[in-house]
């Protein structure tokens, strides 16, 4: 299996811009999940789905930030407009079951000029 | 809302000493993770505990749950330049349905 597979890997972008990442979770796994990581506030959930509906969206930080997962094998998150307070690594994880063990993908790395 | 805090947040080890980190909940936890991350990677999943006073070893690595189910410990001996990383706990709150994670101790190993 290919693990969960992100892209893109680095992005660096302008405030302002639109972002858009993608994941594609492990198949057959049923839960995905959206972190984000930085040095201060360490690894956050932003959202994560359960049989593609959104469950729990509580840790996205503000109406900037979007989620979709139109399907099992697919999922974004949209930052629109950007700023530089989002530079981050942005995981995404994915599970067999809602509470098991996470398998994360490599990250984005996103940096707001 | 629930807490989780793991110290130290830094860890300096000599090559072949022991260390151990701490991870502790504001809640009681229904089961507890532990991930390693290395520099510049993605956490990895290491172990899982459920139950109270649950002890686990993988190779130089023991895991424990706590009685009270609030805290939770890795103990690594002989460290060795290969533990270099970041390890996170992360606990599931009792009857919650996600996980919150610790900020993370870093392990850094003099050769």
């Known amino acids: 299996d290919a693990g969960v597979i992100q892209s893109p890997r680095h992005e660096v972008t302008e405030m302002g811009q639109e972002v858009t990442l993608r994941c594609k979770p492990i198949s057959g796994h049923n839960s995905l999940f959206w972190y984000r990581q930085t040095m201060m506030r360490g690894l956050e959930l932003l959202i994560y789905f359960n049989n593609n509906v959104p469950i729990d969206d509580s840790g996205m930080p503000e109406d900037r930030f979007s989620a979709k997962m139109p399907n099992a094998s697919f999922s974004t998150l949209k930052i629109q407009p950007s700023e530089p307070r989002d530079s981050a690594v942005y995981f995404c994880?994915?599970?067999?079951?809602?509470?098991?063990?996470?398998?994360f993908g490599e990250g984005s790395r996103l940096t707001v000029l | 809302g629930q807490q989780v805090m793991q110290i130290p947040q830094y860890q300096h080890v000599q090559e072949g000493e022991d260390f151990t980190t701490y991870c502790n909940s504001s809640?009681?936890?229904?089961?507890i993770q532990w991930y390693k991350q290395r520099p510049g990677g993605h956490p990895v999943f290491l172990i899982q505990?459920?139950?109270?006073?649950e002890v686990k070893k993988q190779k130089r690595l023991t895991f424990q749950f706590g009685e009270a189910k609030k805290n939770s410990s890795l103990h690594i001996t002989a460290t060795q330049t290969t533990d270099v990383g970041t390890y996170f706990c992360?606990?599931?709150?009792?009857?919650?349905?996600?996980?919150?994670f610790g900020g993370g101790t870093r392990v850094l190993v003099k050769p």
């Open positions: 994880a994915s599970t067999l079951t809602e509470l098991g063990e996470l398998f």
């Open positions: 992360a606990g599931l709150k009792a009857a919650g349905n996600k996980l919150t």
């Open positions: 809640t009681t936890l229904s089961n």
């Open positions: 505990l459920v139950k109270s006073g």
